[in-house]
């Protein structure tokens, strides 16, 4: 966790050394918006993620389309847009709601994810979970069965690998 919290702070330096304007802004600001997404992962602080999405929309802004970086920058804020969105959207879809099984199956992907990323063992017992709901949600014959399915079956296996 220290290595995060130096990260974030070198780049928050190197943004107060650069001037306007120059080449290497949006490349930094997505550095510095990787950092904090990835503490948000670890610690779950919502202001963590809500600063990664608005340096993300600025590192954006200094890459329009065309530009070499823009879809490095367009994927990273998408990242955590989706974060933000899918914790968000299950809070809003209760037990009955019609849109419950997408907010169930995308967090459980996000989840996932971060379990490929980081190793935390509670983000992918939670997917597995998720995923448990998910396919409730969808019975037999169902088209998006198939999807919630593979992405169980993924998430089961990864918890019963041996680590190397």
């Known amino acids: 966790m220290r ?10 330096a190197t943004l107060e050394l ?24 670890k610690l779950g602080v919502v202001d963590d993620l809500e600063e990664a999405i608005t340096i ?17 920058s367009l994927q990273c804020l998408a990242r955590d847009l989706r974060k933000r969105f ?29 379990h490929d990323k ?4 509670d983000d992918l017992e939670e997917a597995i979970l998720l995923g448990h709901e998910a396919l409730k949600l969808r019975p037999p014959g169902h088209h998006r069965r198939a999807a919630v399915l593979y992405s169980l ?11 190397p």
């Open 118 to 121: 980081h190793g935390v063992a």
């Open 18 to 41: 650069l001037p306007l304007g120059h080449p290497e802004m949006s490349s930094v600001l997505r550095g510095l918006a990787l950092c904090l997404s990835n503490r948000h992962d």
């Open 56 to 72: 993300g929309r600025a590192a954006l802004e200094l890459c329009p389309r065309g530009h070499r970086e823009h879809g490095k």
């Open 86 to 114: 899918a914790q968000k959207a299950l809070e809003l879809h209760h037990t009955g709601h019609l849109d419950r099984f997408s907010s169930l199956y995308e967090l459980a992907l996000c989840l996932s994810h971060r």
């Open 3 to 12: 290595d995060s919290e130096d990260s974030i702070k070198l780049y928050r």
């Open 153 to 163: 079956a993924c998430d089961l296996w990864k918890k019963f690998q041996v680590p």
